[in-house]
């Protein structure tokens, strides 16, 4: 090879170098990325290669459950829409099929039976992780869900965890925001291809309610789903810094004027990056080995 042709070798390898390093995240190999798609309110689609989860995503709080029903006065929270949810249901785009759904606690912004049982019973494989005031509304329906189940019932301050091939499911038993002793929230640390992501649901933001896990505490994260109140007052800034410092923050559960308010106000969060979804359906595809 003549030396010309040396240095155009040189220069195409440098160019497909040059390319291979600012391509955009879309042609990431599958399992190199992680998707993450906003569904509504708390509720989240992950996806890493060709599997797929949901937390918090099933539910719908506004339609009519029966006919001449009325349906329910619209939520000041987002509600999934009847096209979303039937995406979820059948894995179709935007969305895969989804073989886990985990869910934080019985609040029907968060759950609804109904959308629980449709997607059960449409992905027969599929697993679901849930407290048991959620399993209690699923069963008895004419359906029988249990092999489909896997019921964490920590207890406050304590954990459980279920291991499958693919990750591990850490649920942390916290309480409700409000001090509501008589629902069972699930904080969901999920550990999957190196990442730690972690789902508070709806967890108060007292320092007891983190403190009182001593140890047990993740004490490394890369992404929070973090209830919009926790950036509402100093106190829970410092339980951000103290206990849920990640690469990745994003805010949840936000009403809509919310969304543009944290848009705009400065936070100083030191090394977290704050993403907000400002909208259902809005996605975004993360390089895992930059994140972890
Ligand atoms: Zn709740």
Not at 8 to 19: K, T
Not at 21 to 44: K, Q, R, W, Y
Not at 62 to 89: Q, V
Not at 204 to 217: A, I, L, M
Request: aromatic letters at 8%; hydrophobic letters at 40%.
């Amino acid at each position: 090879m003549s030396s010309r042709s040396i240095s155009l070798v040189i220069i195409i390898l440098m160019v497909l170098h040059g390319l291979l390093h600012t391509a955009p995240a879309d042609v990431m190999a599958p399992e190199d990325s992680l998707e993450i798609i906003s569904v509504a309110n708390a509720g989240f689609y992950l996806r890493i290669g060709d599997q797929a989860l949901v937390i918090d995503a099933l539910f719908d709080n506004e339609s009519p459950k029966r006919p001449g029903i009325l349906p329910p006065p619209p939520s000041e929270y987002e509600n999934p829409s009847l096209e979303t949810l039937d995406a979820l249901y059948s894995g179709q785009k935007p969305f895969k099929p989804i073989s886990l759904a985990l869910v934080t606690h019985v609040d029907v912004d968060h759950f609804t039976a109904p959308e629980v049982i449709k997607f059960l019973s449409q992905n027969t494989i599929a697993k679901l992780c849930c407290p048991r005031q959620v399993a209690e509304k699923i069963g008895g329906r004419g359906f029988d869900p249990r092999s489909q189940i896997i019921q964490m019932d920590p207890g406050l301050g304590k954990r459980v965890r279920h291991v499958s091939d693919s990750m591990v499911i850490t649920a942390y038993g916290m309480n409700h925001s409000g001090n509501r002793l008589q629902t069972s929230n699930i904080a969901y640390l999920i550990e999957w291809h190196g990442l730690r992501i972690l789902h508070l649901g709806d967890a108060g933001g007292e320092k007891v309610n983190f403190s009182r896990f001593g140890d047990q505490w993740p004490k490394v994260l890369d992404i929070v789903f973090v209830p919009y109140w926790y950036f509402n007052s100093l106190e829970k800034l410092q339980i951000i810094r103290h206990y849920l410092s990640a690469k990745i923050l994003i805010p949840v559960h936000m009403r809509k004027n919310e969304r543009t308010l944290l848009q705009k106000r400065h936070i100083d969060l030191e090394s977290s990056r704050l993403y907000v979804f400002p909208s259902q359906g809005d996605k975004r595809l993360l390089d895992i080995h930059t994140v972890r």
